[in-house]
């Protein structure tokens, strides 16, 4: 079994910063890609960034040049740095591991609990 841990939402001041983390535990044997997305208060989730197995990453117009995602693959980790923070950014963030492989089942999606973001003005 596979579980998704986020670490390092808050509150923060606009034109701040934030670091967000998400490790996963459990036996990994390959995944297709890990993302970041968030939902505001009345809102779809949307997807933030994303970061492919061979590295290749997107990121949405919103956030573009703003926000860094990157991952850690000995730790099952992926971070969101998220920096000139502004109030439309708040919202809550959760991570995702797509198409996780392990010893059992289907391959499938993963999702954390979400960690909230508040920016303020």
């Known amino acids: 079994q596979v579980q998704l841990v986020e670490t390092g939402g808050g509150s923060v001041q606009a034109g701040g910063s934030l670091r967000l983390s998400c490790e996963a535990s459990?036996?990994?044997?390959?995944?297709?890609?890990m993302g970041w997305y968030r939902q505001a208060p009345g809102k779809q989730r949307e997807l933030v960034a994303a970061?492919?197995?061979?590295?290749?990453?997107y990121y949405s117009d919103d956030v573009k040049g703003r926000f860094t995602i990157s991952r850690d693959n000995a730790k099952n980790t992926v971070y969101l740095q998220m920096n000139s923070l502004k109030p439309g950014d708040t919202a809550v963030y959760y991570c995702?591991?797509?198409?996780?492989?392990?010893?059992?089942?289907?391959?499938?999606?993963?999702w954390g609990q979400g960690t909230r973001v508040t920016v303020s003005s």
């Open positions: 995702a591991f797509l198409g996780v492989r392990t010893d059992w089942g289907s391959p499938r999606d993963y």
């Open positions: 970061i492919s197995s061979g590295d290749t990453t």
């Open positions: 459990g036996r990994i044997l390959s995944f297709n890609g």
